[in-house]
C-alpha cells in the first residue's frame, strides 16, 4: 500500500510521465520500502544487514524488479499494437508471451486488419476521382494507373488515423486481363507477421461506361464512368506479383 501511494504521488507530481511510469516502478518502490527496515537499527542508525537477511532481501528485489519487467512487457506490448494494430490480425497461438485470453460467455472480438480501413479510403478515392466522369478521362486514368496509384496512396495515409504501422502498407492496383474493366486494388503488408510468406488484401471496382449523369455537367451524348467497388477479402498468404510498369485498360 505505501507503494501504491508513492506511485500516485509521483504520477501526480509529474503529470507528463508516461501512463506505464506509475505501474512499472510500484513494485521497485515497494521492495525498497520493505527493505528500509533491515538497514536500520535502535538510535536510529544505519547498519548492515545480517547474511542471513540479506538473502531475503536480494530475493524479494530481485521477485520485485521481474514483476517490474513483466509490467514493463505488457505496456510495450500495449504500445506496439497501438500502433501496429495489424500484428494481432495474424495468428499468436505459438507466441512465449502473448496470449489471447477469452472469458466465458463473451464474445472473442476480431481483430480487423488496417489494410481493411486502407482498401476502404481508397476505394472511396477512386470513386470520387471517376465516378461521373468522361469515360476519355477514365481511359486515360487507366492507362496511367500505376502512376495515379501512388497519388491515392498519399491521399488515403492523409485521410487516415496516423499510426508507424501505415508506413508499413503498400497500396497498388492492376487491371487483370479478361475482366473488362475491373480495377484490382491490393494492400501488401511489409511489416512483422505470423504469415510466413507476408499477406495482403483485396478489393475489386468495376469501372463501367454509363449514359451521362445528371450530377455532371458534361456535354449531351457524352459516355460518363460508374464505379462500384466490392467487398474486401479476407487476408491471402504469399505476396503478389509485381505489377507491370504499365497497367493498360483491358
Known amino acids: 500500500m505505501s507503494g501504491a501511494l508513492y506511485s500516485i504521488f509521483i504520477a501526480a507530481s509529474f503529470p507528463d510521465l508516461p501512463d506505464s511510469v506509475p505501474w512499472v516502478i510500484w513494485p521497485l518502490i515497494s521492495s525498497a520500502i520493505a527493505s528500509t527496515t533491515s538497514f536500520l537499527k535502535p538510535g536510529p542508525a544505519l547498519t548492515i544487514p545480517k547474511p542471513s537477511t540479506r538473502q531475503n532481501l536480494l530475493i524479494v528485489i530481485l521477485a520485485n524488479a521481474l514483476l517490474s519487467c513483466w509490467i514493463a512487457f ?3 506490448v500495449r504500445d506496439w499494437l497501438r500502433e501496429y494494430p495489424s500484428i494481432a490480425n495474424g495468428d499468436i497461438s505459438r507466441s512465449t508471451f502473448v496470449n489471447e485470453i477469452s472469458l466465458p460467455g463473451a ?3 476480431r481483430q480487423v486488419s488496417r489494410g481493411v480501413a486502407i482498401l476502404n479510403v481508397a476505394g472511396d478515392i477512386l ?3 471517376l465516378d461521373g466522369r468522361a469515360w476519355a478521362e477514365t481511359e486515360r486514368f487507366l492507362l496511367n494507373l500505376n502512376n495515379e496509384m501512388v497519388q491515392i496512396q498519399q491521399q488515403t495515409q492523409a485521410r487516415l488515423e496516423e499510426v508507424n ?6 497500396l497498388r492496383a492492376t487491371v487483370p486481363p479478361g475482366t473488362q474493366y475491373t480495377v484490382l486494388m491490393q494492400a501488401l503488408w511489409q511489416g512483422p507477421s505470423s504469415f510466413r510468406n507476408g499477406f495482403y488484401l483485396t478489393r475489386a471496382c468495376n ?8 450530377n455532371r455537367q458534361l456535354p449531351p451524348g457524352t459516355i460518363a464512368t460508374q464505379v462500384r467497388c466490392g ?10 506479383p509485381p505489377t507491370p510498369a504499365n497497367t493498360p485498360a483491358a
Open 231 to 240: 467487398a474486401i477479402s479476407d487476408p491471402i498468404e504469399t505476396v503478389p
Open 107 to 109: 464474445q472473442q472480438r
Open 74 to 76: 505488457h505496456f510495450s
Open 207 to 214: 469501372v463501367t461506361r454509363v449514359a451521362s449523369l445528371i
Open 165 to 170: 504501422e501505415n508506413q508499413l502498407w503498400q
Open 127 to 129: 470513386t470520387e476521382r
